[in-house]
């Protein structure tokens, strides 16, 4: 339960003070009933607010799919870099949602696709938990080309879970198995199971190669929408959150 002024106001309609200007010059209702005490009690996940008999909405449950760019980072703060969070419009940046949307799990600074943004928690923790072994699909541009005799060795590789290197301050480890579709002699699909650091450019680093390009293009279910540009993005809709979920 929050005090009405700060839900409005974290949703960027105004100041405290405007609001408490909108409760006696406007007609603000909680459920129907109008409301005039800027400290009644809302509950954000359940009520209904409505300003003139237009509802608010409150963000509690919001989905969001980008089509990240390169040279974006993925974090809500980055120093002189330009973030994620950064290519959202005003309406998407309020206080209320800089504290509740979130990113579900994160792309390299170098690594274009499909990035979610949300503010359910539960359905965060289930694509992230490790427990869940929810895929991921990446394009990948490789600095080689390769045989196809020796795709057929790295494709079985992967498949066996390969053993990688560490990077940083990571330790190595073998992976899942993996399982590699083909494009031609220097692209393929990737899609993997876990989501360790550098995974993608790690394994093909341990088979002698390197990833010059590299782009998600679904996770579980959901698919990157082709129609987003670079640093466009949308709301899911419920199907696509079903499939998530």
Known sequence: MDRLD???AHEGIGSRKDIRKILHRCTVTVNGTQVFDPGFQVDSAKDLIQIEGETIDLHTKLYIMMNKPQHVVSSTKEGDHQTVFDLLDDNLRTPYLIEKLHL????????EGLLLFTTDGELTHRITSPKTHISKTYY????HPETPEHQK???????QGIAVGPEDNEEGFTCQPAFLEWKDDSTALLTIYEGKYHQVKR????VGNKIVYLKRMSMGELKLDPSLGLGEYRILT???INLLK
């Open 238 to 240: 419920e199907e696509e």
């Open 203 to 206: 394994m093909f680093a341990a």
């Open 104 to 111: 579900v799990g994160r792309l390299d600074m170098d690594t």
């Open 153 to 159: 060795v790295i494709t079985e590789q992967f498949e």
């Open 6 to 8: 700060k839900i409005l």
């Open 140 to 143: 990948c541009g490789l600095e």
